[in-house]
C-alpha cells in the first residue's frame, strides 16, 4: 500500500514557474514507476509525465516536453514536477501516481493516487 500526498499548487502568471512535490508512504518507493497526470474541468484525466522506478528514464506529453521536468529523490520517498513556461492551458488538477513495476501513458494502468493539487495559470 502506497499513500501520496501532492503539494505546491497554487496560482502563477503565464510564462512563471512552479514546482510539485508528492510524498509518498512506505518502504519500497523505488519499487514504484511514478507519475504526474492532469484533470482541467470537464475534461479527462490525461498523462503529463513519468519516471521509471530508478529513475534514469522519463516520459513526457508533448504539450509539455520541454517545459517541465519530473524527478525522484528515492531516500526521501518523494517525485517532483519542475513547471516552467505555464500557459494558461496547464491550468487543471494535478495528480501524483504510483505504478508497479513500469510506467504507462494510461491513467486506467496506475495503481495508487495522490489527492491532487490545483494549478491555475492566469493569462
Known amino acids: 500500500q502506497v499513500q501520496l500526498v501532492e503539494s505546491g499548487g497554487g496560482l502563477v502568471q503565464a510564462g512563471g514557474s512552479l514546482r510539485l512535490s508528492c510524498a509518498a508512504s512506505g518502504r519500497t518507493f523505488s519499487t514504484y514507476a511514478m507519475g504526474w497526470f492532469r484533470q482541467a474541468p470537464g475534461k479527462e484525466r490525461e498523462f503529463v509525465a513519468a519516471?521509471?522506478?530508478?529513475?534514469?528514464?522519463?516520459y513526457y506529453a508533448d504539450s509539455v516536453k520541454g517545459r517541465f521536468t519530473i524527478s525522484r529523490d528515492n531516500a526521501k520517498n518523494t517525485v517532483y514536477l519542475q513547471m516552467n513556461s505555464l500557459k494558461p492551458e496547464d491550468t487543471a488538477v494535478y495528480y501524483c501516481a504510483a505504478r508497479y513495476y513500469s510506467t504507462s501513458n494510461n491513467p486506467r494502468e496506475w495503481n495508487y493516487w495522490g489527492q491532487g493539487t490545483q494549478v491555475t495559470v492566469s493569462s
Open positions: 519516471i521509471s522506478s530508478s529513475g534514469f528514464r522519463t
